[in-house]
């Protein structure tokens, strides 16, 4: 059994303590916790389970790593501290841990990193001989493994193209929604995550990826962009009311070009309730998928739609890029020491979890 850490308890911790502790080889060692509130508290209870764990969460971080864990799930979030994220994913390869995150999206594509974020992580590795996988659902396996898989089915493939399509009433994650990505704020405003060159940033590793996968040379990566605004005020359960004529939903693309054409394709169609931009793609049951569009002979599509926490899309969502990345923990223990990516890692049946239910 593989000690296992869960560090950061919010919508992506709550998973991950789920995923620890159904895992048959991995059995849960602590859950380090940044809200006093929660120190004390079970991680059953944290992790919205129905029973206890026996595992008391705690903000002790030095003396969590110190017991040399075999591997940490890095769950707090990256977004806008990833400074913060890095030193502390640093802390924890160094105790020779094992670390799964999806918290740093240049880490994704690790072998086209920035230098400063690429080569703390190759020390930390040197030094305490631990190891990093980063990886989710988007960026993630809906926009590496998943479409890779699906392109073998294809005799001839023109574009591969990668749909996350949601509404996003039903996220829990308002900063998020509204100031990184502008819902509800006026059409002239700049959110963080449309900004030019961010889309890249996040989704351009996938795209180098595939391609790499592919056996493709990219002459660039584009982006695209296009906005659309509320007609009247609607008002969601989780972030309260979004006013007319702010922003409702947004359509990007991150686009891979080979030989002149957009080849690989990564694009998110969100919205904050369906009646803005309805002539836009929509997902079967109108609340959140992710789909793979194989365009050729023949042409292909999948999707996939989770749910989780009462049937909770996003949930889902980040249930399967933890079900991605705690899969993963014990491949990664028996490998060597290093910095992997998803085209390393392979994506593994759930060996001993059939019809089980742990105790």
């Known amino acids: 059994m593989i000690p ?21 080889a991995l059995t849960l060692a602590a859950v380090l916790v940044h809200d006093p509130a929660k120190v004390g508290r079970d991680a ?54 094992v670390v799964v995150t999806p918290s740093l999206y240049p880490l994704y594509d690790q072998r086209n990193a920035p230098p400063e974020l690429r080569d703390p992580v190759l020390a930390a590795v040197a030094e305490g001989g631990g190891s990093l996988f980063v990886s989710g659902v988007d960026p993630g396996w809906g926009n590496d493994v998943l479409p890779l898989l699906v392109s073998g089915l294809g005799t001839e493939v023109d574009v591969i193209r990668c749909q996350e399509i949601f509404d996003y009433s039903t996220y829990e994650q308002e ?13 002239d405003y700049e959110p963080l995550m449309l900004a030019e060159s961010v889309p890249t940033m996040v989704w351009g590793g ?28 609607v008002r969601t359960r989780t972030m309260g009311a979004f006013a007319a004529g702010t ?68 949930a889902g969502g980040n249930a399967t890029a933890v079900g991605r990345l705690v899969s993963a ?19 593994r049946p759930a060996v001993g979890r059939l019809g089980r239910r742990p105790a």
């Open 175 to 187: 900063e998020s929604v509204r100031h990184l990505i502008g819902m509800g704020h006026p059409m």
């Open 4 to 24: 296992t850490v869960v560090w950061g308890t919010g919508n992506v911790g709550r998973a991950a303590i789920r995923a620890v502790a159904a895992h048959p």
């Open 206 to 233: 996938q795209i180098r990826l595939m391609a790499r996968a592919l056996g493709v040379e990219l002459d660039e990566i584009r982006e695209t962009l296009d906005r659309r605004a509320l007609e009247k005020e």
């Open 247 to 314: 922003q409702g939903a947004v359509r990007f693309e991150v686009q891979g070009i080979v030989d002149g054409e957009p080849r690989i394709v990564i694009e998110h169609i969100t919205r904050i309730h369906p009646s803005c931009a309805p002539d836009w793609p929509s997902p079967p049951d109108g609340v959140g998928a992710h789909r793979v569009v194989i365009e050729g002979r023949p042409r292909i599509e999948v999707t996939v739609e989770a749910s989780d926490e009462g049937e909770n899309r996003s």
């Open 44 to 97: 059953g209870e944290l992790g919205g389970l129905e029973r206890t764990l026996g595992v008391a969460a705690t903000d002790d971080i030095a003396a969590v790593l110190a017991a040399r864990p075999g591997a940490v799930v890095y769950a707090a979030s990256g977004d806008i501290r990833p400074d913060d994220a890095l030193t502390d994913i640093g802390r924890a390869i160094r105790a020779g841990a």
């Open 329 to 347: 923990i014990d491949w990664l223990v028996d490998a060597k020491p290093g910095l992997y990516d998803a085209l390393d890692v392979p994506l």
